[in-house]
């Protein structure tokens, strides 16, 4: 024990960096567990705020025409542009349809879009809880949706189809309003500066004024930018191609005027 005491009394001014350092250390525990503690709660309540969401949207939904009312003989007509007349499951059918289709041209603006998905990746990345209600939301009412509008289905289909149209619709305005809050946040500082190259190198790509190789160079360096921070789906990929590839005036004289 005395060389353990002799070292203490020799280098007992060690003690105060040793201090500074587990100072440091226990503040940067306690800032991550704030850090943590933070994400869990925006969490929780933007997972309520979409269940509120989704209460609301079928609150204001009307009621099924099987549930109506049943008039019969000649007051069975309703005046044209009656906001009261019961509709026919054909006509809700289109309506359903209409607001499916337009949630997922919605969806495709960002996964087709190159430029929307480094602006705001949260929105491609099944890995962000509200992108992936989303999925499963757009999945169900995918897998609901009839065939035609002439499709005949019973008042339960009909319902079930129309709770997963209004998911489907809620989750993606829930999923979309947290992808534009978070934009690259998620990213560290080294990701955020090649998402920022891939957006300028963007630029060039589509660029009807830049020359080939310049686009196609362009082209390939986003591509690398890219790699392993979004995931760019073929079809994303497809639709840049075509951007890059814009046939160029042909510079060759037609033979039959000379």
Do not use: C
């Not at 306690?30 to 309520?48: N, V, W």
């Not at 430029?115 to 491609?124: D, L, N, R, T």
């Not at 999945?139 to 289905?153: E, H, I, N, T, V």
């Not at 319902?159 to 998620?186: G, I, K, N, Q």
């Amino acid at each position: 024990m005395e060389p353990f005491f002799t070292f203490l009394g020799s280098y007992w001014w060690l003690i105060f960096p040793l201090m500074g350092v587990l100072g440091a250390a226990g503040s940067a525990w306690e800032r991550g567990a704030r850090s943590r503690h933070k994400r869990r709660l925006e969490m929780i309540h933007a997972k309520a705020e979409l269940k509120a969401a989704q209460a609301a949207a079928r609150g204001k939904i009307a009621p099924d025409a099987a549930a109506l009312p049943t008039v019969t003989g000649p007051t069975a007509t309703t005046a044209p542009g009656d906001a009261d007349a019961p509709q026919t499951q054909p006509t809700q059918l289109e309506r359903l349809f209409a607001t499916h289709d337009a949630v997922t041209a919605r969806w495709l603006d960002y996964e087709l879009d190159v430029a929307k998905m480094i602006a705001f990746p949260a929105m491609s990345d099944g890995r962000q809880p509200l992108t992936a209600a989303f999925l499963r939301a757009k999945r169900l009412a995918d897998g609901l949706r009839p065939a035609s509008p002439k499709a005949k289905l019973t008042p339960e289909q009909l319902a079930e189809y129309r709770s997963a149209v209004t998911d489907f619709e809620v989750a993606f305005d829930v999923a979309e309003r947290d992808a534009r809050r978070l934009r690259d946040s998620a990213f560290s500082a080294q990701e955020r500066k090649r998402l920022d190259t891939a957006k300028q190198l963007l630029t060039v790509a589509v660029d009807q004024a830049a020359t080939p190789a310049e686009r196609q160079l362009a082209y390939r360096r986003v591509r690398e930018e890219l790699d392993g921070l979004i995931s760019v789906s073929d079809e994303a990929i497809e639709v840049l191609e075509k951007k890059v590839m814009l046939e160029l005036p042909s510079n060759r004289q037609d033979p039959t005027t000379t």
